[in-house]
């Protein structure tokens, strides 16, 4: 997914995003913590969020990285780095046993009907080891 926010490219700008979303998201929606188990930002750095062992606020059972940013068309790119990073954490949670053998990576725009996580995110993710093109909708 992405947040549909504004880019960041280095670690302060970063981290004061991740920080003021996670204050929006407890304000606005009364959860106890940022609604994300990880974000990428633009200086390629991944931020925590809830962790992989604490349940994320949008899918039950899986465990989601947010871009930060809007990577729809026109907007913001993610760069090899941010790609990079993304694969890094999925092979990081399969070692630490936070994934089956058989997890999948979809895009939000496959649970629901979302523009997230961008056209720029989701070129990136069709490529990416265990990528399923199945539609996810809940019914």
Avoid at 18 to 45: H, K, P
Avoid at 63 to 72: A, L, P, R, S, V
Avoid at 129 to 137: E, M, T, V
């Amino acid at each position: 997914m992405h947040t549909a926010g504004s880019f960041c490219n280095d670690y302060q700008t970063c981290a004061g995003k991740v920080s003021a979303l996670q204050s929006w998201q407890v304000a606005t929606f009364g959860y106890f913590d940022i609604a994300y188990n990880y974000l990428i930002g633009g200086d390629g750095n991944i931020y925590e969020g809830r962790g992989a062992g604490v349940e994320n606020a949008w899918m039950p059972s899986a465990i989601d990285i947010c871009y930060i940013g809007n990577y729809i068309r026109n907007y913001d790119k993610v760069s090899t780095k941010m790609d990079k990073a993304g694969q890094r954490l999925i092979a990081r949670l399969g070692i630490q046993g936070y994934l089956t053998s058989d997890y999948v990576v979809i895009g939000q725009n496959q649970t629901y009907n979302t523009q997230s996580p961008g056209d720029n995110v989701y070129e990136k993710i069709v490529h990416w080891p265990h990528y399923d093109s199945q539609l996810y909708f809940s019914t």
